[in-house]
């Protein structure tokens, strides 16, 4: 089986980043980790090539080669990928779509003329997927029924089907889910309240396989909330020190976190010491109201300004 891997093009906003990647000879700042998850999941005896749309297009060759072509997109992608899909469907392929935007909103790619919507985290909906395939099912939606998967199970990415160069920076994720409620953020609805980590000898081997290719520069660690188990990241942040000095500090890391960050010393030392160079904080706004309405408690309960100059 051919599989195409496929992901949209952004729009230009902000985080395109498109002036700053030109100085730095880069592409993209960020790889699907996604679509390499998924890659990982699947039979490894299908065959994958994945294109980035981000990157550069698809080539009538690479379109010819695809039994299947399978798409993630965050709802931002919306246009590139119904596109993309009516695409491969004009090619007269077999189309599978998942990740935050077909989980959101599937009847959309759906209309689209997507064949299989495989939505919720693929490590429960790929396997249902598998299996439809091989009883020959030319069409399904595969959805997990109120459970979430334990990423202790998850392989590690597909991380040789990217293109290195063309990345600013490279992505790997300890955990999925977020204690906190803000009513503006999906996190809680595509991946729970309840953090699931990654054990510490598990994310060491994705580091052992990205240096084992040959990355060498700063890697963003793309957890909605790096410290939304405390507990787990501190065993990781153990395990992860004595590793980065028999590397020689190969890599710089960055993260995203809630402010309380800023009361836990212990944990920004260890931080430190691991070569985390950046943390972006959900600061949102200082003004208390709008926190309060937007139920993000966890920011008015500490000086904003003391947690960002904490150190
Ligand atoms: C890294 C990241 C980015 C990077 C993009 C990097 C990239 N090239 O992918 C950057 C920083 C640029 C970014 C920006 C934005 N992001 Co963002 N981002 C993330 C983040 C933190 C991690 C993505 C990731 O790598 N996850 C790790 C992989 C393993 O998880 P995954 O992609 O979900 O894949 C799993 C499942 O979804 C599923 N799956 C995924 N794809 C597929 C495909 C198939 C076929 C199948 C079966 C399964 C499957 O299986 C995988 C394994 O379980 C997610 C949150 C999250 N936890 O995922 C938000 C997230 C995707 N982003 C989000 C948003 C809203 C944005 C912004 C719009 C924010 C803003 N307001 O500006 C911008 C848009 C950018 C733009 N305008 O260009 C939302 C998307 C909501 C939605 N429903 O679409 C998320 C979910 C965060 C949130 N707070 O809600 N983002
Ligand atoms: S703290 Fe961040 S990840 Fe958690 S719910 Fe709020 S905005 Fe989402």
């Not at 599989?3 to 498109?18: A, G």
């Not at 040959?214 to 790096?226: A, L, T």
């Not at 160079?277 to 500490?302: H, W």
């Amino acid at each position: 089986m051919n599989v195409l891997l496929l992901y949209p093009r952004f729009p230009k906003s902000f985080w395109s980043f498109e002036k700053t990647l030109a100085l730095l000879n880069r592409k993209a700042m960020l790889p699907p980790l996604g679509l390499v998850t998924v890659a990982a999941i699947l039979p490894q005896e299908w065959d994958f090539k994945l294109v980035d749309r981000n990157i550069c297009s698809v080539t009538d060759a690479e379109w010819a080669w695809a039994d299947v072509v399978i798409l993630s997109a965050m709802i931002v992608q919306k246009e590139d990928l119904l596109n993309q899909i009516q695409e491969a469907k004009r090619r007269n392929k077999q189309v599978a779509v998942g990740g935050p935007y077909p989980t959101a909103l599937p009847e959309e790619a759906k209309a689209a003329g997507a064949d299989y919507l495989i939505l919720d985290e693929g490590e429960i909906t790929l396997p249902l997927f598998v299996d439809a395939i091989a009883r020959g099912d030319r069409t399904g939606i595969f959805r997990a029924t109120g459970e979430k998967p334990d990423v202790t199970g998850t392989p590690i990415p597909r991380f040789d089907l990217l293109e290195f160069d063309a990345y600013s920076e490279m992505s790997v994720q300890f955990s999925r889910g977020c204690p906190f409620q803000c009513e503006f953020c999906d996190i809680i609805v595509l991946y729970g309240r309840k953090p699931r980590t990654k054990t510490p000898d598990q994310l060491l081997a994705e580091l052992d396989r990205l240096y084992e290719l040959g990355w060498r520069r700063s890697i963003f660690m793309v957890d909605d909330n790096f410290i939304g188990n405390k507990r787990n990241v501190k065993l990781f942040l153990q395990a992860l020190q004595p590793w980065m000095v028999s590397h020689h500090y190969p890599f710089s890391f960055a993260t995203e976190a809630s402010v309380d960050l800023a009361a836990d010393q212990e944990l920004m030392d260890r931080m430190v010491a691991c070569n985390f160079g950046a943390v972006f904080l959900g600061i949102e706004t200082p003004d208390d109201e709008s926190l309060t309405l937007t139920q993000k408690y966890q920011n008015t309960r500490s000086s904003l300004a003391d947690a960002v100059q904490a150190h």
